[in-house]
């Protein structure tokens, strides 16, 4: 038996090795302290590290800042509170705080060798609203790749542009500062991500909404370069002309006219300075406050969007990396209204002056009901459609990297939006597509559930290789839109052409007329 021993030894050490090297990484490091996760089921989970300093006090409206060191381990156990906004059932003022600056990682990784893909989200919420936590993480993270989902700030606190803010800025600009927290934390993972089993040379960010917009946007900055090298847009881009004057439903805003809301607030807040807006209450700033509906977007600031996404796209300055762009069928109807149908046709004239009569034929409104689809599609096509269009057309003409165009369109009784006269698929929708809302219930929900196994496979597929094909799935082509190149999801996937065309190409070319008008005010 002795003469065993040193085996029966030998056997017992490298067995425990190997069950501690099959478990993922609940412990590591970053490079201002010690972590540690928590499992869930082969993952390992840190829902909340910080990645700049609390944008706080004297640190509020300004560009983030490293996170401090900590002694010791900090159990990244439980989400960091929402950004301050409005409350409603299910959030609460207590649930909120300025200190936001979090983020969030799941990786399947057993050692920090692993060198899996990354997967950066975006949360949506219109630049307004929402909260990084959630449960995308499980399904995707579970296929191979390290998730990382990512805080930023919201509403005035995160996009208000301001005078006395641009003054104090080294780079003379203001607002934006949620743009900043995201690239701050793309870089955060550059420099730490491989101490989670991640390959910080294969990252891809992927956002909905405000997020695919925000993506489109770190695509064209200046200030992103190798910080990411694909891209997943659900819902959103941002091409639409700037212009001098308040942002609108066709026009974004310079940092001057973004400014001028920045000193309106200003007064409505009855603040006399920045100093004073500084030292309030975020929440009074940002939560149930008669403000609270004023709404704060990215401008073209000349630091962190420095032109119009489509002129700097026909330039071919931006981040020339493969991309995925999809759009939902029925993306408006989260957001029509009922109306009369004059005063629908009165808001026509207004927003498409000339182009109104031709945007009756297509957008048409004799009865109520036609009413409430029109203004969801008219929503849908300017708000998400169209700039989604523009991506992919503008990357595949001055691009070298391939462009994968998708059309979410099949219906679900699970959606954000359950008005009866809603005919496909809403806005938001595809998030349930990819959070396991679907998969976790594959009784309820069969059809819904089986799309979901191939959207997920065709998104992880991308991540790792910058193409969404791969065994067992029906081929996708890159993007032409003279060809049948469109993968449209509905009870499984298949190609169509580019949807709704006669719509799209309605828009693109009220855009630029748009475009045209306001250059030559610049001029």
């Excluded at 950004?83 to 969030?104: A, F, H, I, N, V």
């Excluded at 790749?145 to 080294?170: C, D, N, Q």
């Excluded at 309106?264 to 009074?284: T, V, Y």
């Excluded at 998030?431 to 929900?445: A, R, S, V």
Aim: hydrophobic share 35%.
């Amino acid at each position: 038996m002795k003469r065993f021993l040193p085996i029966i030894l030998l056997l017992l050490i490298v067995l425990s090795v190997t069950k501690i090297s099959a478990q993922p990484l609940l412990k590591t490091h970053v490079e201002t302290g010690d972590l540690e996760g928590l499992r869930d089921g082969n993952l390992a989970v840190y829902k909340a590290i910080p990645y700049a300093a609390p944008p706080v006090g004297d640190l509020r409206w300004r560009e983030p800042q490293p996170a401090k060191s900590w002694q010791g381990v900090l159990k990244a156990d439980d989400f960091a509170p929402w950004p301050p906004q409005p409350t409603r059932p299910g959030l609460t003022k207590e649930m909120m705080s300025e200190d936001c600056l979090y983020l969030g990682i799941a990786t399947p990784a057993k050692t920090i060798n692993d060198n899996l893909p990354v997967m950066v989200w975006i949360h949506g919420g219109g630049f307004k609203t929402e909260h990084y936590g959630g449960d995308l993480w499980k399904h995707l993270a579970e296929r191979g790749v390290v998730i990382v989902s990512v805080e930023y700030r919201t509403g005035a606190l995160g996009f208000m542009a301001h005078p006395e803010l641009s003054k104090e800025s080294a780079n003379g600009h203001s607002g934006n500062y949620g743009l900043l927290d995201q690239i701050f934390a793309l870089k955060w993972v550059q420099r730490n991500i491989k101490n989670f089993g991640g390959d910080p040379s294969n990252v891809t960010i992927f956002g909905e909404s405000a997020g695919a917009i925000s993506c489109s946007i770190l695509c064209a900055s200046p200030l992103t370069k190798g910080l990411f090298h694909r891209v997943i847009s659900q819902s959103g881009g941002s091409f639409a002309p700037y212009d001098d004057a308040p942002r609108s439903f066709l026009t974004g805003a310079t940092q001057r006219a973004a400014e001028q809301q920045g000193l309106e607030f200003q007064k409505d807040m009855k603040a006399k300075s920045i100093k004073q807006l500084r030292q309030m209450e975020a929440f009074a700033i940002d939560g149930d406050n008669k403000n609270s509906g004023v709404s704060f977007w990215p401008c073209v600031d000349g630091y962190v969007i420095t032109d119009d996404l489509y002129r700097l796209y026909e330039k071919g300055e931006y981040r020339d990396v493969p991309v995925i762009v999809m759009t939902n069928s029925d993306e408006g109807v989260l957001f029509s209204q009922r109306m009369d149908p004059e005063v629908y046709k009165n808001m026509g004239k207004a927003m498409f002056g000339d182009f109104f009569d031709e945007a009756l034929k297509l957008y048409p409104a004799n009865t109520s009901d036609e009413v409430f689809n029109a203004f969801g599609d008219v929503f849908r096509d300017l708000g998400f459609a169209w700039p989604s269009y523009a991506w992919a057309k503008l990357q595949n003409k001055t691009g070298k990297n391939p462009v994968y165009s998708a059309f979410l369109a099949q219906p679900s009784t699970r959606s954000f939006s359950n008005d009866p006269l809603r005919r496909g698929v809403s806005h938001a929708d595809d998030i349930l597509y990819l959070n396991g809302e679907f998969l976790m219930q594959p009784e309820k929900y069969p059809n819904e559930s089986a799309l979901a196994e191939i959207i997920q496979q065709y998104w992880i597929n991308f991540a790792k290789t910058g193409n969404p094909n791969g065994k067992g799935l029906p081929y996708w082509p890159k993007f032409d839109e003279n060809k049948t190149t469109t993968m449209q999801f509905s009870y499984g996937a298949s190609l169509i052409d580019l949807p709704n065309a006669d719509k799209i190409h309605f828009i693109d070319k009220v855009y630029q007329r748009v475009r045209e008008i306001t250059e030559a005010k610049r001029k």
